[in-house]
C-alpha cells in the first residue's frame, strides 16, 4: 500500500491569506484525489489532480479558490487561498492505486483553522 | 449524483455488545468499501467489496455487500474499546462522468465503553 505524507500536519492561519498543503507519496501514481472533511462528518471531493494535465473540480469548488498542481507522478499542491473562517477544515490527499477495485490510500491530513 | 445514505450516524456502547451499521442507495455502484479513522488520521480501508452477495469477514467485523451492488452492511461481533472511531462506507462509482470516485456516506461514529 501506499505511504502518503502531508505538510503542515496542522496551522492556524489569518483571513484573507492563503495556505499551501503539501502530499508526499511513497510510489508513482496517476490519481490523486482532494478531500475536505469537517471533524467527525464524511469526506467532500475537492478535486481529482493527474499529472500533465488541469485538476478536475467538483461541483462547489473552483480553481482560483482552490488551485492544483501535480507536477509530477509522487507530489501534488492544494492551495487554500483568501480564506475565511469557512475554510476551516481537514484537508486530505488520497492516492488511487489498483486498476481493478480503485482501492484509495489517504494521508493524515491537514488540520486548517482560519480566525 | 450519487449518495450513499449511512446509518446510524452516532453507536453507542458497550463492551462486548454487536452492532451493525448501514449504507444504502439507489444507485449501483462497481465496489464498495468500508473504513476506519479514529482522530488524527486519514481514513484506513478495511475492505473492498466487489461481486453482489459478497460476504467478508476480518476477524469480529462482517462486511457485506447487497445482490443488486447498492447496499451495504459491517456487522461487529463483540464489540471492543478498540473498535472505537469514525466508520464510513464509499461506494466507487460505476460510470458517467464520475466513474471510478469514489462516494462516501456521512459517516458514524462509534464509541465502544470499557
Known amino acids: 500500500s501506499a505511504v502518503i505524507s502531508q505538510k503542515p500536519s496542522r496551522d492556524i492561519c489569518q483571513r484573507g491569506t492563503s495556505l499551501t498543503i503539501q502530499c508526499q507519496v511513497d510510489s508513482q501514481v496517476t490519481m490523486m484525489f482532494w478531500y475536505r472533511q469537517q471533524p467527525g462528518q464524511s469526506l467532500t471531493l475537492i478535486a481529482t489532480?493527474?499529472?500533465?494535465?488541469?485538476?478536475?473540480?467538483e461541483s462547489g469548488f473552483v480553481i482560483d479558490k482552490f488551485p492544483i498542481s501535480r507536477p509530477n507522478l509522487t507530489f501534488s499542491t492544494l492551495t487554500v487561498s483568501n480564506m475565511s473562517p469557512e475554510d476551516s477544515s481537514i484537508y486530505l490527499c488520497?492516492?488511487?492505486?489498483?486498476?481493478?477495485?480503485?482501492?484509495?490510500?489517504f494521508g493524515p491530513g491537514t488540520r486548517l483553522l482560519v480566525l | 449524483t450519487q449518495l450513499l445514505e449511512q446509518s446510524p450516524q452516532f453507536l453507542s456502547i458497550q463492551e462486548g455488545e454487536n452492532l451493525t451499521v448501514y449504507c444504502n442507495s439507489s444507485?449501483?455502484?462497481?465496489?464498495l468499501q468500508w473504513y476506519r479513522q479514529e482522530p488524527g488520521e486519514g481514513p484506513v480501508l478495511l475492505v473492498t467489496?466487489?461481486?453482489?452477495?459478497e460476504v467478508k469477514k476480518l476477524k469480529r467485523l462482517t462486511f457485506q455487500f447487497g445482490d443488486a451492488r447498492k447496499d451495504s452492511s459491517l456487522h461487529i461481533t463483540a464489540a471492543q474499546p478498540g473498535d472505537t472511531g469514525l466508520y464510513l462506507c464509499a461506494g466507487v462509482n460505476a460510470g458517467g462522468t464520475s466513474y471510478g470516485k469514489l462516494t462516501f456516506g456521512q459517516g458514524t461514529i462509534l464509541t465502544v465503553h470499557p
Open positions: 489532480a493527474n499529472q500533465g494535465s488541469e485538476a478536475t473540480y
Open positions: 444507485s449501483v455502484f462497481s465496489s
Open positions: 488520497s492516492v488511487d492505486q489498483g486498476w481493478y477495485q480503485e482501492t484509495q490510500y
Open positions: 467489496v466487489v461481486t453482489g452477495g
